[in-house]
């Protein structure tokens, strides 16, 4: 670890609440590559939603601890303060797509002036800015005129594409998308997909992508990081993690897809995933399990395999 | 029962709702105690007496406690009366077939360090024709003797001894409640007084006429404390009307806001519910009774038809059906109106008035709770306002009649403040304790704010 | 609101709708204008007929008004050799002569039709007791003669209270959960005792007690000759029951701007501008204030209307000449014009920023078109 674009080492979030303390990102490492799409895949209330506030640093008021690791390019932006967090890490090196990215346009504001506030705000070119707006709006393919709308003037795909157009239109190495599909239909979903598969190609932006739907998200994937209980189980590249995975619950969740004209019964898993307040002492998908043993009362290791995949699992330890 | 011990436990969460909690609970047992110890009928009775029942109880006297802050003791009360008082010598001596000499010996103690503020003789006679006379003296402890005067007694005659002028005349223009009882060296223009303490008499040499005549006497020193609450400008005990204006303040406030909201909400649920011209017409006259003015309507009603209590409190009511929480009532309405239970259970054929009362009302009634609460004490201090504007129940002891009284007699000016302070700060204790009740309440029932 | 055509969609682009939009537009207004208009006649109406007493203040009128001329003419030395029965004929005569004038003999309903007219073209008549201070009867001098007292009080208090709670709002919005916040939060029930009540105690302690300021009034008595002699007094006068209005309000103020401040800046948007890295202060201002700025212009808005309001039992507490206590001396005295006159005022008032205030809206927020339906909330 440690040459890659991001590094994220022991990355840990948790907060308080009135039923106690929620341990919503635990000892999260990974490393994403350079034009790499690197995919979450969890259960909603995985924690995968608070590893993107993590990593972004957009925190809730009730933070009980905030720490690890976080390398962008060498250097730990987890050291910054927060103003120096927004002026070199916010939308010049990572921007997101938030979930929900309907609501997160100002009602208030044109559509074009939101695209090109970022730029406005970090480097104050402002017909520069308006010119940039513009061709990343033209990418994602939103028509022109639509600059001079309000949001509430848009339909749900158009604002989606919106809230892409401003993720990359500051350029960054590292967009983060939370969900960016989900509250959308089945063409427009496409769509998008497409849309963020030809600007991968077309530039030189890493993504992450936090899904719980493994269909679209394997259209984008390099590789894939399956998340359970605010941990990650399983860090694999995408084609063997969707065809032949190695954690008991990556295996359940590939089996829980239904497939076109093949015949085969879809899986479900039983019980309900933990509460991330009181986590399951050992390994933490153990309840669950069907092939649990004595060992797994003991918190797994998340252990490298030959192939170059890491596996947090008893059953490949050594 | 066991949603309500959680709910309790949630409001126990916010601090200041316990102790409104707590505040809530005095006022209640205040006013429990007002109801069983002193009937409704018999306070109002009391409250509307004159002198013939508060008599003997001073005018305008400060409530005892005032004895921790005030450097001397002040004078209580002294009542001594020749029916009942064992100490009181009477002695009766035969002067001829029909005259009788009645002498009463009145003994009292006096130990304040306090003037009182006046002092009045009370004298009754039995007699047939011809009334009995008297005259009296007042014998200090250090042996002087002062005529006070005489008198032809009737039926109830008061003699008014602190505000007699032959009196005052003969006592060197000193008033008499204070020349009589001051040690004479501290009379002089440049001292101030100082009281002579110890023990008095006043000497009531009767002669009766009749056979059958008698003769009998009450010497009242005011004082200058009584009682927990003090009296005000008719004597009346305070504590009548802070006792008993605690149940009647938190009547009014409750039915207020019940009525008031409630008619609220189930008009807001039908007319959203059934929408077009019901709901229009709703809207209409809401917009309507925002152009009222509230209060002066309140008091054009007091001034011009009536006064009571419950009337009023029917106009606020009536006031209250059409106000502007309507809107958002609605708002909330429409809402749930599109939820699919209620499509459903249109669509098997709930009548529209199951659908409002027993689906549509349940799923927003939470909402209701804070803002009733703090819709309390909004009416409990109306009430004390039109009895500020002097258009209190003309029968009823409230505690806004005792501030009008207060201010209507210049409590502020003449340093009488307690009178202002003990209903005031009753108000206040009613109007917190519902309120920060309510602002709790608003944060558990409005989940937007829980985080807040 | 009032009906109108759907919400479009998408904006119509210049020049091409205008006509339609135009009258549409004026549509909308005339249709607003008129359900306002009527709001405010029916309003006016039930309050003649509550402060006539529904005609019942009319039998009271015309008792006073056989003492008065009884009183004059049996009080007249010339004309006491007169027989009874000619005395009483004269006194029939007179009062016969005053209703006419006073358009008594009329039935109530067509003198409470009248009085609506009156009120509505702002024709207010003239006071039966109350007088202005120039010895005016002419309602609306009276009026136009307490309105500067009031607005002095009311503007005076209501701007401090309106902008201190909107921008510590703001600022607490910010530190939420500072110790200042939580004593906002803490201190906020106390504004369920209203501003009179405070007057009382603000009179008692600086009045009573202490003797620094004055129990009430505007001025003192001999009004001092001087220009800065006159507004020392009158800040003199002003402190208390200004205070009393600061303090019932202040902390109720802070904390709804508060919650409210701190619900919109909840919102995606706001927390999408914070992960653009904009500055906290181009936060506020574009995705704090800028999308609530329509509620917090109705919101000064209405504080603009109840500035005419007179606050009845505070003025009456400190004796101050406004509009509030003029409407209760009018009330205490029966003195109906006064009355409807007050109440016309404010009616207008409110109905007038009401219907600007639709008008204002929809310059202010996209959202919100002129013509378009419901108001999104």
Known sequence: MGNGLLTVEKLRLHFRSSKGVVQAVDDVSFELKRNEAMVFLGESGCGKTSLAKAILRMLPRNVKEYSGKVLLNGTDIMQLDDEQFRQQVRWIKMSMVPQAAMNSLNPVIRIGEQVAEPTVAHFGLKKEAWNQARDVLQRVGVPLDFMNRYAFELSGGMRQRVAIAMALVTSPDVVILDEPTSALDVLTQANIMNVLKRIKQETETSFILITHDISTSSELANRVAGMYAGQIVELSDAERFFSAPLHPYSQKLMASVPTLRQTKKLEFIPGQPPSLINPPTGCRFAPRCPVKFEKCTEEPPLFAMHDGRFVKCWLYGK | MKGTLNFFRELAHYRSAILGLLIIGFLLAVAAYAV???????????????????????????????????????????????????????????????????????????????????????????????????????????????????????????????????????????????????????????????????????????????????????????????????????RRDIMIALLWGTPIALAFGFLAAVGSTLTTFIIAAIGSWFGGWVDALIQRLTEINSVLPTLPILILVGTFYTRNIWAILGVVILLGIFSLSIKSYRS????????????????????????????????????????????????????????????????????????????????????????????????????????????????????????? | MATGTVQEVTRPKAGIHIPETLTRVLKYVLFRGAALFATVVIGVYLTVLIANMGGYLDTIRLAQIREQVGASILGDPTLQQLPASQLRERIDEQVAVEMKRLRLDQPFFVRSIDYLTDALTLNLGRAEFISSDSGSRQVRLILVERMPSTLLLSATSNLFLFFTAVFVALFLSRHYGSWLDRIVIAMAPTSAVPAWFYGIFLILIFASILHVLPFGGMVDAPVPETLSAYVTSLLKHMILPVSALVLHSIFIGIYNWRTFFLIYSSEDYVEMAKAKGLTSRTIERRYILRPTLPPIVTQFAFTLIYLWQGAIILETVFSWPGLGRLLYQAISLFDVPVIVGNVVLIAYLLVASVFLLDIIYALLDPRVKVGGGERRS
């Open chain 2, 36 to 234: 069983i110890t002193l009937p409704y009928d018999q306070a109002i009775q009391l409250w509307r007496a004159g002198e013939e029942v508060w008599g003997d109880y001073p005018r305008n006297a400060v409530p005892e406690w005032m004895n921790l802050f005030a450097n001397n003791t002040l004078a209580p009360t002294i009542v001594i009366d020749s029916r009942s008082n064992v100490n009181v010598k009477k002695q009766s001596q035969q002067v001829s077939e029909d005259m009788r000499t009645a002498d009463l010996v009145m003994p009292f103690e006096y130990t304040s360090d306090g003037f009182p503020d006046e002092i009045n003789l009370f004298l009754s006679a039995k007699f047939q024709q011809k009334k009995p006379q008297a005259t009296m003296t007042w014998k200090t402890p250090d042996g002087r003797e002062i005529r006070l005067g005489d008198a032809t007694i009737g039926t109830n005659e008061r003699f008014a001894i602190s505000i007699d002028q032959r009196l005052r005349m003969k006592l060197n223009d000193v008033a008499p409640q204070i020349a009589l009882l001051a040690k004479p060296e501290t009379l002089d223009k440049d001292k101030q007084p100082e009281v002579l303490k110890g023990k008095y008499e006043l000497v009531v040499e009767g002669l009766t006429f009749e056979k059958d005549s008698t003769l009998d006497a009450k010497l009242v020193i005011y004082g200058q404390a009584y009682g927990w609450a003090g009296t005000d400008h008719k």
């Open chain 2, 332 to 452: 909330m309405f429409l809402q749930v109106k599109e939820m699919p239970y209620i499509e459903a259970a249109h669509a098997y054929g709930a009548s529209n008035l199951r659908i409002v009362f027993q689906y549509m009302m349940p799923k927003i009634a939470p909402v209701l709770i804070p803002s009733f609460v703090t819709l309390i004490p909004t009416f409990v201090f109306l009430e004390a306002s039109l009895a500020v504007l002097g258009l209190g129940d003309p029968l009823l002891p409230t505690w806004g009649k005792v501030l009008n009284d207060a201010y209507v007699n210049g409590a502020l000016y003449k340093g009488y403040y307690y009178w202002v302070i003990e209903p005031a700060v009753l108000l206040m204790l009613a109007g917190l304790g519902f309120a920060t009740i309510g602002f709790a309440l608003d944060r558990i029932f409005n989940p937007r704010l829980r985080e807040m």
